[in-house]
Structure formats: structure tokens, C-alpha cells
């Protein structure tokens, strides 16, 4: 049935509202990826989620910015001009890496350029240089955004094991090292071009809580939810982007304050684990008076301890929107196999 599902995801949807022109992504506006590398990312995921992305908004807000694909995406599509955008996360470690590239991208670029070129003769052990002798003890110091921690976070991401963030208890950075060849560290002008992508009036960043940023989301609000995702096994948990983990008691309240935003007008879509407690949460009768529907939708894997394991999965769109057709993919998204969902709603 799995197979069948994910057959019918990946067929095309052609366009049959001819009232409604469709809408190429990407063409004739240049991408601006992320440039980081999250543990969850949504870059493999856009695909399936541009369907629901409404077409009338004034403001874009994002509590778990993590790698800002979908924001990356809609500012690289145009559909961002003339609207403000909040993006927003708890990790004060991203968001200040963010905030200096905005702000000081050419003092970054330079700090990131050193250590590129370190990296090409002392591999790891420079890795574990970085991150045990001036990486954890500024951030143990109380530093947050300067040039040189963004450069190390952008460093550390690009040459540690699969691009993770992880925290241990006492809120330490302990990824190990990466085995990678040639790892591309410091793109210069990508980095610019996300400078001036964040430096757009209108956007802001915030470190802050997913339910403070929400608390006044509604009408006019297109809101983006991309928290850790639950779990589907005792193993399987990437949830450590802070020392206090995202654990099901966070999920639930993410659920409240999701189901209120919708209530107050908000246009809501969130992605998730197929696992059994966000379908509890989602399939329940809060949810569904606020007008939340879950659907399932095909996913690639990126991040698995054994390589095997990686490949398309099914994971949970929950949205109050209803999924467009003149959404139309870009040839390079048609050749990767992920394209726009016709996706299976739950009842």
C-alpha cells in the first residue's frame, strides 16, 4: 500500500483551473538556498509543500527557522515581495549566526575563509580544535553573535557528522567530525546573496519561542511550522537542538498554540513524523474544530545512521489550506523525483 501511495504522490498534477494561471518556480528568480545544513531541513520537502502555500498573505512567519528552507524558497520565488516575514528560533547559536551574516556577512566570509583554507591541512583535528577550545567556551562565556562564532557554526555544520546540530545536557556542542573529501566551507557569494535575502525590508529576526512568536499570529499570517520531529523509534530522535530536547509534552503545546493561531484567521501549515503521537494530536476533535487536516505526503530521508536507511518515507502535512494546482515544478525539481503532492488526506 506504501508503494501505491508514493506512486501516486510522485504523478504529475496538471493544471485543469483555467481560470487560474499557473505558476513556474524558480525560472526567471535566482535561488537562494540555505547555507546551512539542518538535521530536518525542508529543501527535499518543498516539492510536496508548495501546493499548500496560499496565495494571499501579508505577513510570513516561521518559529523554527532551523535551515529556512520554505523561506529561502519563497523569497527566491518572488513570493515574498511586498510582504514583512518573522523568522524566528529558540537556538540562540542560528539565530545569531543568521544575524551576523545580515549584518556583518563580510567579516564572516573572511573568519570562514580562514578556516577553509586551515581545514585543507589539519582536517579533524582542527574540527575538534574549533569546536572544543573556542567553539563551546564562548558559548559557555554567554558570546552569541559575533563574526567569528557565525563563521565557526557555519564551519562546524559544513565538516561535522551529516550537518548535525546536537546539544548534550549541558547544552554543549558535541557533534563529532565528518568524513568528507572536499567539503565546500565558505561560498562567498552564496553567503552574500543570503545576506541581502535576510536584509529585505520586512523581515526580521527573533530568538524566540515557537509560542511567543505564535501568540499573536492570525488573519493575514501565513505560518510555517517545521518543529523537531517526533520520533518513529527510541533511535530515531534528532530533537537536541537545545540542552531540554522537544520532547511530547513540547508537541502537544505546539498543537494548542497551532490550532489558535487558525482559530484567529491565521493560514497554518506544519510538517511532522508520521508517528503515532502527531496523528493523536492532529486527528483530535480540537484540531479539527480549528479546521486542521492531516495529509500524507512522500519525503526523502537525508539523515540516517546507516545509509541504507535513508530513501522516501511518508511524512505528515497538517494545514488548515487547501492544496493548489497551477503549482508547477521547475525541470531540476521534475528530475528528482519529488513533485507536487497529490497527497493522501487522513480522515
Given at each position: 500500500?506504501?508503494?501505491?501511495v508514493f506512486a501516486?504522490a510522485?504523478?504529475?498534477?496538471?493544471?485543469?483551473n483555467a481560470?487560474?494561471p499557473?505558476i513556474r518556480?524558480?525560472?526567471?528568480?535566482?535561488?537562494?538556498?540555505?547555507?546551512?545544513k539542518?538535521?530536518?531541513?525542508?529543501?527535499?520537502?518543498?516539492?510536496?509543500?508548495?501546493?499548500?502555500?496560499p496565495?494571499?498573505f501579508?505577513?510570513y512567519?516561521?518559529?523554527f527557522?532551523g535551515?529556512?528552507a520554505?523561506?529561502?524558497?519563497?523569497?527566491s520565488?518572488?513570493q515574498l515581495e511586498?510582504?514583512?516575514?518573522?523568522l524566528?528560533?529558540?537556538?540562540?547559536?542560528?539565530?545569531?549566526?543568521?544575524?551576523?551574516?545580515?549584518d556583518?556577512?563580510?567579516?564572516?566570509?573572511?573568519?570562514?575563509?580562514e578556516l577553509?583554507?586551515?581545514?585543507?591541512?589539519?582536517?579533524?583535528?582542527?574540527y575538534?580544535?574549533?569546536r572544543?577550545e573556542?567553539?563551546?567556551?564562548?558559548?559557555?562565556?554567554?558570546?552569541?553573535?559575533?563574526?567569528?562564532?557565525?563563521a565557526m557554526?557555519i564551519?562546524?555544520?559544513?565538516?561535522g557528522?551529516?550537518?548535525?546540530?546536537?546539544?548534550?545536557?549541558?547544552?554543549?556542542?558535541?557533534?563529532?567530525?565528518?568524513?568528507?573529501t572536499?567539503?565546500?566551507?565558505?561560498d562567498?557569494e552564496?553567503l552574500r546573496?543570503?545576506s541581502?535575502?535576510?536584509?529585505r525590508?520586512?523581515?526580521?529576526?527573533?530568538?524566540?519561542?515557537?509560542?511567543?512568536v505564535?501568540?499573536g499570529?492570525?488573519?493575514?499570517?501565513?505560518?510555517?511550522?517545521?518543529?523537531?520531529?517526533a520520533?518513529?523509534?527510541a533511535?530515531?530522535?534528532?530533537?537536541?537542538?537545545?540542552?531540554?530536547?522537544?520532547?511530547?509534552a513540547?508537541?502537544?503545546?505546539?498543537?494548542?498554540?497551532?490550532a489558535?493561531a487558525?482559530?484567529r484567521?491565521?493560514?497554518?501549515?506544519?510538517?511532522?513524523?508520521?508517528?503515532?503521537?502527531?496523528?493523536?494530536?492532529y486527528?483530535?476533535?480540537d484540531?479539527?474544530?480549528?479546521?486542521?487536516?492531516?495529509?500524507r505526503?512522500?519525503a526523502?530521508r537525508?539523515?540516517?545512521?546507516?545509509?541504507?536507511?535513508?530513501?522516501v518515507?511518508?511524512?505528515?502535512?497538517?494545514?488548515?489550506l487547501?492544496?493548489?494546482?497551477d503549482?508547477?515544478p521547475?525541470?531540476?525539481?521534475?528530475?528528482?523525483?519529488?513533485?507536487?503532492?497529490t497527497a493522501?488526506?487522513?480522515?
Open positions: 500500500m506504501q508503494s501505491a501516486k510522485r504523478r504529475y498534477v496538471k493544471d485543469r481560470a487560474s499557473p518556480q524558480h525560472v526567471s528568480t535566482p535561488v537562494v538556498r540555505s547555507p546551512l539542518w538535521a530536518g531541513g525542508k529543501r527535499q520537502l518543498l516539492a510536496a509543500l508548495r501546493p499548500w502555500f496565495r494571499e501579508t505577513r512567519v516561521e518559529p527557522l535551515s529556512g520554505v523561506f529561502f524558497d519563497l523569497a520565488s518572488g511586498g510582504r514583512s516575514a518573522v524566528a528560533d529558540v537556538n540562540r547559536d542560528l539565530i545569531g549566526c543568521y544575524t551576523m551574516l545580515r556583518r556577512a563580510e567579516d564572516v566570509i573572511a573568519v570562514l575563509s577553509a583554507a586551515r581545514h585543507k591541512h589539519e582536517g579533524s583535528r582542527l575538534y580544535e574549533i572544543d573556542h567553539f563551546n567556551p564562548a558559548r559557555a562565556a554567554g558570546e552569541s553573535a559575533t563574526p567569528a562564532l557565525a557554526l564551519y562546524l555544520n559544513r565538516t557528522y551529516n550537518g548535525l546540530y546536537r546539544l548534550n545536557r549541558r547544552g554543549g556542542f558535541n557533534v563529532p567530525a565528518g568524513r568528507y572536499e567539503p565546500r566551507i565558505c562567498a552564496h546573496a543570503v541581502a535575502v535576510l536584509r525590508p520586512g523581515v526580521t529576526l527573533e530568538w524566540s519561542s515557537f509560542d511567543a505564535l501568540a499570529a492570525g488573519d493575514g499570517d501565513f505560518v510555517y511550522c517545521d518543529p523537531p520531529y520520533p518513529l523509534s533511535t530515531a530522535s534528532f530533537a537536541h537542538y537545545t540542552a531540554g530536547g522537544f520532547g511530547p513540547d508537541q502537544q503545546r505546539l498543537q494548542q498554540t497551532v489558535g487558525a482559530r484567521g491565521a493560514a497554518v501549515l506544519l510538517s511532522n513524523s508520521s508517528a503515532p503521537l502527531i496523528e493523536e494530536l486527528r483530535s476533535a484540531a479539527r474544530d480549528a479546521g486542521l487536516r492531516l495529509h505526503v512522500p526523502r537525508a539523515i540516517n545512521a546507516k545509509g541504507d536507511a535513508r530513501g518515507v511518508e511524512e505528515l502535512v497538517v494545514t488548515n487547501r492544496a493548489r494546482t503549482v508547477i521547475a525541470p531540476r525539481m521534475l528530475r528528482a523525483g519529488l513533485r507536487p503532492a493522501r488526506r487522513l480522515a
